[in-house]
């Protein structure tokens, strides 16, 4: 009995024995031969380890990152400095075709640029206040808001005085336009609001500016608490050190600082640093590296010596303008009908010199 007990436990370990050497054999099996489920296995770990990845959960959750004011510059929640680079369009009610989305993929594919500015000019020909379509030029603010959204970066909506000169000449008609763009974009994390883009003449003093930017800030503030408010400052938003004695309540308001290189020069980047050093936030909405009139040669050397107080201080800023307007400060040649699919060909000198600043090439 005690022969045959022990013959029966040695078959029985020669039986489990086999069995596992099938097993690991077998496909799936968890023996050196199963090498397609060990790479399962490797990949699902990598899957895991990336869905735990803080910056992509954070993107899949809340789509572009909210950006807050934070000292002199922009910042995402977790506080870390966000610079804004980016192109303006010219006048959507002059040059509604650039308002694509194949054109501005191009443009952030290509140059890397993270912000649309959608420039409504509100007293000029067609202007919004004067006799443009105020329907027609919404409905391009909004095909402009929806594209950066799907392309993942932001936009600035541009209430663009500029020949109206003080922002109360057509404050009523600001008013209602900020409450409706608010209301409908409130809960979008990727748009910012330029209340007046270039105020200008004798009735265009900061206090005159900062009583106009005291009745629409909060108009927009009901709506949406939490978005980033460019303010423009006098003289063209030349001087935007300009509040430093007052400046607006609002913890979640930037200034502006316009320039064109070959006319605003180092007077001018002395008036930026003074403003930051002064612990102002600036954004410099629009620039150019042309002559103050949109047009003229290039100046290359100026435009990098504001590139680099910009970059120094991770100061925002976006460069005008994105049509075949035939002036040096268009990114498109004059004589380029195309609207997307461009080449490099196709750009202007100012538009070239941004490209390869953006992307270092």
């Given at each position: 009995m005690k022969?045959?007990?022990n013959?029966f436990?040695?078959?029985a370990a020669?039986?489990?024995?086999?069995?596992?050497?099938?097993?690991?054999?077998a496909p799936g099996?968890s023996g050196?031969?199963?090498?397609a489920?060990e790479?399962?296995d490797?990949?699902?770990?990598?899957?895991?380890a990336?869905?735990?990845?803080?910056?992509?959960?954070?993107?899949?959750?809340?789509?572009?990152p909210?950006l807050?004011?934070?000292g002199?510059h922009?910042?995402?929640?977790?506080?870390?400095?966000?610079?804004?680079?980016?192109i303006s369009?010219?006048g959507i009610?002059w040059?509604?075709q650039?308002?694509?989305?194949?054109?501005?993929?191009w443009?952030?594919e290509?140059?890397g640029?993270?912000v649309l500015?959608?420039?409504?000019?509100?007293?000029?020909n067609?202007?919004?206040?004067?006799?443009?379509?105020k329907?027609?030029?919404k409905?391009i603010?909004?095909?402009?808001?929806q594209?950066c959204e799907?392309e993942?970066?932001?936009a600035i909506?541009d209430?663009?005085i500029?020949?109206?000169g003080?922002?109360?000449?057509?404050?009523p008609e600001?008013?209602?336009?900020?409450d409706?763009?608010?209301?409908?974009y409130g809960?979008?994390?990727?748009?910012?609001y330029?209340?007046?883009?270039?105020?200008?003449?004798?009735y265009?003093?900061?206090?005159?500016?900062?009583e106009?930017?005291?009745d629409?800030?909060p108009?927009i503030?009901?709506?949406?608490?939490?978005?980033v408010i460019?303010?423009?400052?006098?003289?063209w938003?030349?001087?935007?050190?300009?509040p430093?004695?007052?400046?607006?309540?609002?913890p979640?308001?930037?200034y502006?600082?316009?320039?064109?290189?070959?006319?605003?020069?180092?007077?001018n980047?002395?008036d930026?640093q003074?403003?930051l050093?002064?612990?102002?936030?600036v954004?410099?909405?629009?620039?150019?590296?042309?002559?103050?009139n949109?047009?003229?040669?290039?100046?290359?050397?100026?435009?990098?010596?504001?590139m680099?107080l910009?970059?120094?201080?991770?100061?925002?800023y976006v460069?005008?303008n994105?049509s075949?307007?035939d002036?040096?400060?268009?990114f498109?040649?004059p004589?380029?009908d195309?609207?997307s699919g461009?080449?490099?060909?196709d750009?202007?000198?100012s538009?070239l010199?941004?490209?390869?600043?953006?992307?270092?090439?």
């Amino acid at each position: 009995m005690k022969v045959f007990r022990n013959w029966f436990l040695a078959a029985a370990a020669l039986i489990i024995a086999g069995s596992m050497m099938l097993a690991a054999c077998a496909p799936g099996g968890s023996g050196t031969g199963s090498g397609a489920a060990e790479e399962q296995d490797a990949e699902e770990q990598d899957a895991g380890a990336a869905s735990e990845d803080p910056a992509e959960d954070t993107a899949s959750e809340e789509g572009i990152p909210a950006l807050h004011v934070d000292g002199t510059h922009l910042a995402d929640k977790a506080g870390n400095p966000v610079q804004l680079r980016g192109i303006s369009t010219h006048g959507i009610g002059w040059f509604p075709q650039y308002v694509n989305q194949e054109c501005i993929h191009w443009f952030k594919e290509t140059f890397g640029i993270n912000v649309l500015r959608i420039a409504m000019y509100t007293a000029e020909n067609g202007g919004y206040c004067i006799d443009g379509d105020k329907e027609a030029l919404k409905a391009i603010v909004d095909k402009g808001v929806q594209i950066c959204e799907e392309e993942g970066i932001y936009a600035i909506i541009d209430w663009h005085i500029l020949r109206d000169g003080r922002p109360q000449a057509n404050q009523p008609e600001a008013e209602k336009f900020f409450d409706e763009m608010s209301k409908k974009y409130g809960d979008k994390t990727h748009v910012l609001y330029e209340i007046c883009n270039e105020p200008n003449g004798d009735y265009a003093s900061w206090p005159k500016i900062k009583e106009y930017a005291e009745d629409i800030i909060p108009i927009i503030r009901k709506n949406d608490p939490d978005a980033v408010i460019i303010c423009g400052t006098p003289s063209w938003s030349k001087l935007c050190y300009a509040p430093e004695k007052f400046p607006l309540e609002d913890p979640n308001v930037m200034y502006t600082m316009h320039f064109y290189a070959a006319t605003n020069k180092e007077t001018n980047r002395k008036d930026m640093q003074k403003a930051l050093d002064a612990g102002l936030p600036v954004f410099v909405t629009e620039f150019g590296i042309v002559e103050s009139n949109g047009d003229e040669a290039p100046d290359t050397a100026e435009g990098d010596a504001w590139m680099e107080l910009c970059d120094k201080n991770n100061i925002s800023y976006v460069m005008w303008n994105l049509s075949n307007k035939d002036e040096s400060c268009a990114f498109i040649k004059p004589d380029v009908d195309k609207t997307s699919g461009f080449t490099l060909d196709d750009l202007s000198e100012s538009a070239l010199w941004y490209y390869h600043h953006l992307t270092g090439k």
